[in-house]
Every structure is written in structure tokens, then in C-alpha cells.
Nanobody, 117 residues
Framework: QVQVVESGGGLVQPGGSLRLNCTAS????????MGWYRQAPGKQRELVAI???????NYADSVKGRFTISRDSARNTVYLQMNSLKPDDTAVYYC???????????WGQGTQVTVSS
């Protein structure tokens, strides 16, 4: 049984920082990438950042230079360091594990990030 669990969300003032953590537990192999998506109220879920098994990364333009994704492959854990946070970053952040075989993906339950003064 695979579980994907996020932590680290919360309330922060504009300009502040947060670090999100995500661990995929259980027997999980053939990972293509792990990453973060977010969904703000009334909006579609969007990609924030992913890190491939090769170590390559990809970021949404809106977070480039402010967010950094990293991983601990041995622990199937991915991190998202978020700096210079803006109110527009307010959303529920979801961890995604994408595989090259079925089942093709797993999602976490989401963690709320609120940026407000």
C-alpha cells in the first residue's frame, strides 16, 4: 500500500519562507518524477515544480528564482523550499509521484499554504 504524505504548510507573511516535505511510503519503484502541484480557490490545479529521477528539475515560470525542489531518493522524499512568498502563492499544495508503469501516479492529500499579512 503506497501512501504519499505532505507536511510543512501553514500561514506566512508576504516575503516569508516555508519548506514543504513529501514522503512516498510503501513499496514504490519505477519513479519517473516527484513533484508539487497547487490549486488555488476557483482555479485549476497547476504544476509548481518537478524533479526527475535523473535529477533534472522543471519549474513554473511564476516560481522560478523563488522556489527550489530537491529530493532524497533513498527515502522517496521530495522537498520544496519556498522563499519570497507572495499572496498569489496561496493554495493547497499537492505532492505527485509519477511512475513509468501502472499505476502511473499517486497523489498526496494536500497541504494548505496561506500567504497573508
Amino acid at each position: 500500500q503506497v501512501q504519499v504524505v505532505e507536511s510543512g504548510g501553514g500561514l506566512v507573511q508576504p516575503g516569508g519562507s516555508l519548506r514543504l516535505n513529501c514522503t512516498a511510503s510503501g513499496s514504490i519503484t519505477s519513479i519517473y518524477y516527484m513533484g508539487w502541484y497547487r490549486q488555488a480557490p476557483g482555479k485549476q490545479r497547476e504544476l509548481v515544480a518537478i524533479i526527475l529521477s535523473s535529477g533534472s528539475t522543471n519549474y513554473a515560470d511564476s516560481v522560478k528564482g523563488r522556489f527550489t525542489i530537491s529530493r532524497d531518493s533513498a527515502r522517496n522524499t521530495v522537498y520544496l523550499q519556498m522563499n519570497s512568498l507572495k499572496p498569489d502563492d496561496t493554495a493547497v499544495y499537492y505532492c505527485n509521484v509519477r511512475r513509468i508503469v501502472t499505476p502511473y501516479e499517486y497523489w498526496g492529500q494536500g497541504t494548505q499554504v496561506t500567504v497573508s499579512s
